[in-house]
């Protein structure tokens, strides 16, 4: 059985170092600033505290910036959105558990339907990382393997829908149409441990 610990290390291995953050030591916590680059955008920043140590935040808002996605986009009808891609990645390694937290900041009233394909499109990235450790490095993620997925979402307002967010009963995994939900109201900065994004998905 393939433990998590080398799960996450392959992870790692894969990610070009330059474009992984790894948590920061503050007053005897681990944490990890996530920023918002939209000049418009009213939450500019959401640290998370108490982060484990085994744990790399991916910025896969750059995706687009580097336009990565324009050798696919020409032979895949994106019509559904396919290459859309929520703001972060985190891959946290939990007490013999792998975690993947993908991440979205959103700025004033947000549809939800656009925020579940970026959920959405960032799950269908880590289909390809694992596509790539199967046929370039010689691994291959159990299909059993203890991985625990989270979409979780932080605003500044509210949707422009009603909520059908799914918190109330714990799952091993959350869909990217149920993800979790944070409002911070209109300020530029937040603060979060990281204990909520295991504390959402268990109540």
């Known amino acids: 059985m393939i433990s998590s610990i080398e799960m996450f290390s392959k992870y790692k291995e894969v990610f070009v170092p330059s474009y992984t953050i790894l948590p920061e030591k503050k007053n005897d916590t681990y944490c990890l600033t996530l920023l918002e680059t939209d000049p418009q955008a009213f939450l500019k920043e959401i640290t998370v505290t108490g982060v484990p140590v085994n744990s790399i935040l991916l910025d896969l808002g750059k995706l687009s910036e580097l336009k990565i996605d324009n050798k696919l986009n020409h032979f895949i009808n994106d019509d559904k959105g396919v290459f859309q ?3 972060f990645l985190l891959i946290s390694d939990i007490n013999g558990k792998l975690h993947l937290i993908f991440i979205e900041l959103k700025s004033g009233i947000f549809n939800r339907s656009n ?5 959405k499109g ?6 390809y990382i694992n596509s790539i450790l199967h046929h370039f490095y010689d691994f291959s993620v159990p299909r059993n393997a203890d991985i625990h997925f989270t979409y979780a979402l932080f605003s500044s307002k509210n949707t422009n829908k009603k909520s059908t967010e799914k918190t109330n009963k714990y799952r091993k995994s959350l869909s990217p149409d149920e993800y ?6 209109k300020i530029s900065k937040g603060i979060t441990p990281f204990s909520w994004f295991l504390y959402a998905i268990s109540n």
């Open 122 to 127: 960032a799950a269908c990235f880590t289909g």
């Open 180 to 185: 979790i939900h944070k409002k911070f109201g």
């Open 85 to 87: 891609c929520c703001d």
């Open 115 to 119: 925020v579940v394909r970026q959920f």
